[in-house]
């Protein structure tokens, strides 16, 4: 970090500094991987870790929440601290910081909404591999890291082991916990970033708690463009509310749109643009209509970027969907297995799956837990409203077997999701583990049935319980 020292940074990030000003001679890091010299961004830090840090020799740790005693232990250390009202402001400098040391000629795309994210990263990272570049993204089929919680991304770039070409970053639209937003999260991160390109999926409901409203949600979002210093915005068309931010924007601005009633839309046959067939629907890696949308953002984002139409086409019918995208685990029965986790995402999927079945649809929901009432009876009426007129069997699940302490369903949360399956007349079985809900449907179904696996944190651990059950 060239000249960089803890009272400069203290100042950036409107922190107090505690301890001697100091050289910082690493790079920003997570305590658990961090090394001599490294500067480590931690949410809260305890005694323990104020040890650990010393131990490994890291300049400084920059925290939100400390304890005195913490405090006094690394006064005694002679380690500097640098405590802050809003953590987000240390992870935002150090990506910045990052990309100014590592990256700063690459080309930068952020992408960023309330559903579809992490597949248009993905697939944009895809086509521009495809196209020669070496790119780096905080998406992958293994890991979503975050931006702002943590300074992963910003560590990840410094040790990316070639030179970038590109990055294409995943800007999460909300972010925060225990009811407390990280305002203008989308805003302050793409500042970091410096994009050229913005590109934005649709104006949804899910982070309630910290935001509540969709007018609260379209401020969060749309700051993603506020004060925007790049090139080009990348628009969905058929959202009302996203379609909307590029009536304001500066004229310098190339603003280009994707979907219905734009040059370029999904239609029998496949995505056309101004009426050119571009890529079959053969091709398609999903063919299910939100993840089509997904699609013709990261096409329209290649096109904006003057990529050949037939890397473009490679790119896509190549792409390896991320885990838990409208993921098939078997085909006999055919089981699929979603993050959907907001009200928007099940209706998608469980839409798209109906489609798909040929037979009885058995629908295993992991209720989500540590999230509150509003976000559960928002997602029960979801999949209410999506399951009335199916045949179907609907299985609820605490998952206790796989959750720890932070995603633990309350009981006012199992209750509220029960209550509005009783409210909407829809008959259901809850079981405690999701082991046992698995086995339930595995035995229930025949051969010609769909398994429709949906639900956050709940819901990550099924495809291992399957494989150690023998079930796939």
């Known amino acids: 970090m060239d000249n960089l020292t803890t009272s400069y940074l203290a100042d950036k990030i409107d922190g107090e500094l505690i301890g001697e000003d100091a050289p910082i001679k690493g790079i920003f890091n997570i305590l658990k991987d961090s090394s001599k010299g490294d500067a480590v961004i931690r949410h809260r830090i305890d005694e323990k870790g104020v040890e650990m840090a010393h131990q490994k020799g890291v300049s400084c740790i920059i925290t939100q929440d400390i304890s005195q005693e913490a405090v006094d232990q690394a006064q005694e250390l002679d380690l500097p601290l640098i405590v802050g009202d809003k953590i987000e402001k240390a992870n935002a400098f150090a990506l910045k910081w990052a990309i100014d040391k590592y990256a700063r000629d690459t080309l930068r795309i952020v992408v960023t909404g309330t559903n579809g994210k992490s597949t248009t ?4 990272y895809t086509i521009l591999q495809e196209a020669g570049y070496t790119t780096y993204t905080n998406t992958d089929s293994l890991s979503e890291f975050n931006t702002l919680i943590d300074p992963m991304v910003a560590k990840q770039i410094a040790e990316f082991p070639d030179k970038m070409d ?6 999460s639209e909300v972010q925060g916990w225990m009811n407390r937003i990280m305002k203008d999260h989308a805003y302050q991160m793409t500042s970091a970033i410096n994009p050229l390109m913005v590109v934005l999926t649709n104006v949804a409901l899910d982070h309630i708690g910290l935001v509540n409203s969709i007018e609260e949600a379209y401020q969060e979002i749309s700051g993603a463009i506020k004060d925007f210093q790049g090139k080009y915005i990348v628009l969905n068309n058929e959202d009302p509310l996203i379609k909307e931010m590029g009536k304001s924007m500066p004229s310098h601005i190339k603003v280009s749109y994707y979907g219905k009633g734009s040059s370029l839309e999904f239609r029998a046959g496949g995505i056309f643009h101004s009426g050119k067939l571009i890529v079959d629907e053969v091709d398609l890696p999903f063919k299910s209509p939100h993840f089509i949308q997904n699609t013709l953002a990261a096409v329209q984002a290649a096109l904006t970027l003057d990529i050949p139409l037939e890397t473009i086409a490679r790119g896509i019918s190549s792409y390896q969907p991320l885990d838990r995208r409208f993921s098939i685990l078997s085909r006999s029965p055919l089981i699929i297995d979603d993050f959907a986790h907001n009200p928007d995402g099940i209706k998608a999927t469980i839409q798209a799956s109906v489609q798909l079945a040929d037979g009885k649809i058995y629908l295993i929901v992991a209720i989500r837990g540590s999230r509150g009432d509003v976000i559960n ?3 029960a009426e979801a999949v209410a409203q999506s399951l009335k007129g199916t045949n179907h069997q609907l299985i609820l699940t605490s998952s206790v077997d796989v959750v720890g ?3 633990l369903v309350k009981p006012s949360e199992k209750r509220v999701f029960t209550d509005t399956m009783d409210e909407n007349g829809l008959k259901y079985l809850f079981f405690q583990e999701l082991g046992d809900a698995l086995k339930f449907a595995l035995e229930s179904s025949r051969e ?5 696996l949906i639900g956050a944190q709940g819901m990550d651990p ?5 494989k150690e ?3 796939i």
Request: charged residues 25%; hydrophobic residues 50%; without cysteine.
């Open 121 to 124: 990263t993905h697939m944009i």
């Open 405 to 407: 302490e932070a995603n």
């Open 377 to 379: 009876r928002a997602n």
């Open 469 to 471: 059950y023998g079930l």
């Open 462 to 466: 099924a495809r291992e319980l399957l």
């Open 448 to 452: 010609e049935d769909t398994i429709l």
């Open 166 to 171: 590109a990055l294409v970053i995943e800007v």
